[in-house]
């Protein structure tokens, strides 16, 4: 799922890869995504896919897979909701109890398409390394949200799509082209407007008071989550299609439960929700979550890149008008404008790979 994380999200494929299976293009919660447009492996998995003869007798309805993709975005953003209502449970906590949730679902699909579960001898360094920074992008998401507003929080995950373009040329040696570097400046400008620094903008402008500590450090960890979240997509990407999707989520959802354990049994907060409330929100948190991947997996298939990823940003416009809903917190014009750069950055490299893969 992704890392909401958009992670764990979050994670989808970024604009920096050229991948093969036309994925789409956008910033997400759950990096496992990303393969899930290609080969589906042997045998045909109840939750995500079909065999590719039923694919070959039923043409997809127009439209289905932005659909799809509208409904993944508002299912990713109301887990957004549930993690941010949460206030009393530690980020780790709830990345342990969505970690517990998935893999109930991911053994009987790692039976049932007998891929083993640990993977080809070649390939068990980079599975690690996907598990490890997937499972930290996804509690560092979940920190955002509780730490900085929803919609603050949401905007800078889609600058993961920069770090994508970066980290693929430096260890693909993909071409980063004028265009990569121009999105570049877009997404940085709308960080900036933002986080807001006092040392550009003055203490005036930051407009939170003694809160603005807290902002920051839910800003630093959405940045962070960003930068992980694209080293992923560029370790599913060096793997590409010589590892099943759901040995890949097995490791992220392994990896991701030992690490939440270590880190609550470090800092001592690990404990059950207070009232009942919270414990249903939790539940709702890996609901919603596997809902939206599915549903996003869904549209990768049958859709192409360019829309799917345009239509991902409906995850910005859900989070704005949760936070006006739900917290009666009214985005600044700052948020606005960094959102609007940030937003045309993820939009511009989608189209950009769009055009490039139509010629």
Known sequence: MRPLDSAGAAEVPEPGLRLADDAPQGAIEEPAAAEAGGTPGPGRCWLFGSSPCEAKKKAPCPGLGLFYTLLSA?????????????????????????CVFQMLVIIPCLIYRKTGFIGPKGQRIFLF???????????????????TSLADATVITFSSPVFTSIFACIFLKEKYSPWD?????????????????????????????????????GTIAAVTHAVFAALTLVILRKMGKS???????????????????????????????????????LILIGLFGLGGQVFLTKAIQIEKAGPVAIMKTMDVVFAFIFQIIF?????????????????????????????????
Not at 74 to 98: N, P, T
Not at 129 to 147: D, E, K, N, P, W
Request: some cysteine.
């Open 243 to 281: 590892v099943d999707y759901f040995l890949s989520i097995w490791y992220y959802v392994i990896l991701g439960l030992l690490e939440s354990i270590i880190v609550l049994f470090i800092i001592g907060e690990w404990s059950l929700p207070y009232c009942g409330l919270d414990r249903l929100f």
């Open 181 to 217: 570097a121009l999105f570049t400046v877009f997404t940085i400008t709308g960080v900036i407007l933002i986080v807001r620094p006092p040392f550009l903008f003055g203490a005036s402008a930051a407009g939170r008071g003694d809160s603005y500590s807290l902002h920051l450090k």
């Open 74 to 98: 508002f299912l990713f953003s109301v887990a957004s909701l549930f993690v941010k209502k949460v206030q009393d449970v530690h980020a780790v906590e709830i990345s342990a109890f969505r």
């Open 129 to 147: 390394l996907r598990g490890v920074l997937g499972s930290t992008a996804m509690i560092l998401l979940y920190y955002a949200f509780q730490a």
């Open 327 to 359: 917290f009666n917190d009214v985005p600044t014009w700052w948020t606005v404008g960094g959102a609007l750069c940030v937003i045309a950055s993820s939009t511009g490299a989608a189209v950009r790979k769009w055009c490039q893969g139509s010629k």
